[in-house]
C-alpha cells in the first residue's frame, strides 16, 4: 500500500476559486467589495513573505486588500490606535495583525483589541470560547483548513480516534475542538506524553504540528491511518549550503503505511491563506446581511 498524497494546493485554489465566486455576489448585493486590512510591524523577514502572499490572494479573489506597515520601535498604544481604527472602518470586513510582533508589544492586548466579528484569523478570546462551546465564531485559518482537507477525505469523521500532536493556541488546541465537534475521539499529545508512539499508533487520524523536523516516524503510525501533517521545518539538504523543506511527519517512512497524507510543501500551507479570504468573506456576508455562499 502506497498512501494516497492529498493534495492541499489543489483543493485551496480550488477554494479560492469559490471564495471570488462569492466576493462577486456579495459585491453585487452589498455595493461593495469585502475588506482585509493586514498589519505588519517591523521587519521580520518570515513575516513580510507571508504579507505578501495575503495581500496577492486577496486582491486574486477580487478583495480589498490594505496593508498598514508600522516601524519596530512602534508602541502598544500607537499599535492599538490603529486597531481601534480598523475596528470602526465600514469597509474593513477582516483584521489580521501579522505574528510575531516586538517585544515591547503585548500580542494578547493587540488580539484581545480586535473586534472578534472582525477577528478572521480567530485568537480573539471570545472567538476561542464560541469555538469551545460550538457557537458560530471564526477559527484559526491552519487548523480550519487541515478539519476541510480531512472532510474531503473521509467524509464523515464521526467515531474516527484522532491524535494532535501540539498544544498551541494557533493548530493543536482549536484543532483538537473542530475534531470534537466532528464526534471524533480526541486525544492532545505534546513533549510530555509518556509513550508519543504508543498513542498515535491508536490514532485513525493524526495531525501533527510540533515544529520538529521528521519527528513522526512511520512505524509510529497505525495501518490505514490519515495523516495531516501542519509542520513547515527547513533543514540542511544534500548539497552543501542549500536547503529542503520537511513536515513534522518522517514523509517516505509514513508512505507504505498511511492511507492518506499531506506532503510538505504544497500540503497544509496553501490552505492557510485560503480559508483566510474564505473567513473574510464570510465576515462581509454577517456583516451586510448577505447569505454566504453555500458550502464554505
Known amino acids: 500500500m502506497t498512501a494516497r498524497i492529498i493534495d492541499g494546493f489543489g483543493f485551496a485554489a480550488d477554494l479560492r476559486a469559490r471564495v471570488a465566486a462569492g466576493a462577486a455576489a456579495f459585491a453585487a448585493a452589498a455595493g461593495r467589495v469585502p475588506g482585509l486590512a493586514v498589519v505588519l510591524v517591523g521587519e521580520d523577514p518570515a513575516s513580510q513573505v507571508y504579507v505578501r502572499s495575503k495581500g496577492k490572494a486577496t486582491h486574486e479573489a477580487g478583495m480589498a486588500g490594505t496593508e498598514h506597515r508600522l516601524p519596530a520601535d512602534t508602541d502598544q498604544a500607537t499599535l492599538l490606535a490603529l486597531v481601534h481604527r480598523l475596528n470602526a472602518d465600514p469597509a474593513v470586513d477582516g483584521i489580521l495583525v501579522q505574528l510575531p510582533l516586538p517585544p515591547q508589544i503585548d500580542a494578547q492586548a493587540v488580539i484581545a483589541a480586535i473586534d472578534p466579528d472582525k477577528d478572521v484569523d480567530g485568537f480573539h478570546p ?28 473521509l467524509t464523515d469523521l464521526a467515531g474516527r480516534e484522532a491524535v494532535v500532536i501540539g498544544r498551541s493556541n494557533i493548530v493543536g488546541k482549536p484543532m483538537a475542538q473542530l475534531l470534537l465537534a466532528e464526534s471524533c475521539t480526541v486525544t492532545i499529545a505534546h513533549s510530555r506524553t509518556r509513550d508519543l508512539p504508543g498513542v498515535v499508533r491508536r ?15 512511520g512505524d509510529w503510525l497505525r495501518p490505514g491511518a490519515i495523516v495531516i501533517d501542519v509542520g513547515i521545518n527547513r533543514v540542511p539538504a544534500a548539497e552543501p549550503g542549500k536547503t529542503r523543506l520537511v513536515g513534522d511527519v518522517a514523509f517516505a517512512e509514513a508512505l507504505p503505511i498511511a492511507a492518506a497524507i499531506t506532503p510538505v510543501p504544497r500540503g497544509v500551507g496553501p490552505m492557510t491563506i485560503a480559508v483566510l479570504l474564505r473567513n473574510t468573506l464570510v465576515s462581509a456576508c454577517r456583516r451586510e446581511g448577505v447569505p454566504p455562499p453555500a458550502g464554505l
Do not use: S
Request: charged residues 15%; hydrophobic residues 50%.
Open 126 to 153: 471570545v472567538n476561542v470560547g464560541r469555538l469551545g462551546v460550538g457557537l458560530p465564531g471564526f477559527v484559526p485559518c491552519t487548523p480550519l483548513g487541515c478539519l476541510l482537507l480531512l472532510k474531503a477525505e
Open 203 to 217: 490514532a485513525d487520524i493524526v495531525v501533527a504540528a510540533v515544529g520538529r523536523p521528521e519527528m513522526v516516524r
